[in-house]
């Protein structure tokens, strides 16, 4: 079996290398979307050309990310949808929407203090894990039905 993952949310930490390096050597083919936030932010008008309004900037740039990511969801076996401390992660629900409404196995990773919030999220899910070592758990378990040492 060999398992592509869309790992989808915040993105201003490590948590993708995490996972990648605890499953080196797994059959899983990983993808993500632009996780240089200046270049996520600006692509539009970079492309397109500038914006007078910040909202018609911003809705440039949402639209050729939004290329990116449904190409990326449709084509995943995995969805991981990470929700992080910090921010406010509206994106980051948006694609766990569209992973379930596409009926893909959704994995989806926050910490323990917002699983309140998520509730509805972490319904539509196959998996919650609070760490991106649960994440990496559950994708090499999936694969090889090894369970963690």
Known sequence: ??????????????????????CEGLPVRFTMPVTDHAASDDCGVAILGEEERQVWHDRLGAGING??????????????VRFGEKYRQW????????????GKSLVVQHPPEHGHALKEVCAAAAAVCETPAQVAAVLRYVL???LPD
């Open 1 to 22: 079996m060999h398992l592509t993952v869309y790992l989808a949310g915040e993105i201003h930490s490590g948590w993708r290398a995490e996972i990648e390096r605890a």
């Open 67 to 80: 290329i990116r990511t449904r190409k990326a969801i449709a084509e995943a076996d995995v969805v991981v």
């Open 91 to 102: 994106n980051a629900a948006f694609d766990a929407g569209q992973a379930a409404a596409l």
């Open 144 to 146: 090889t039905g090894a």
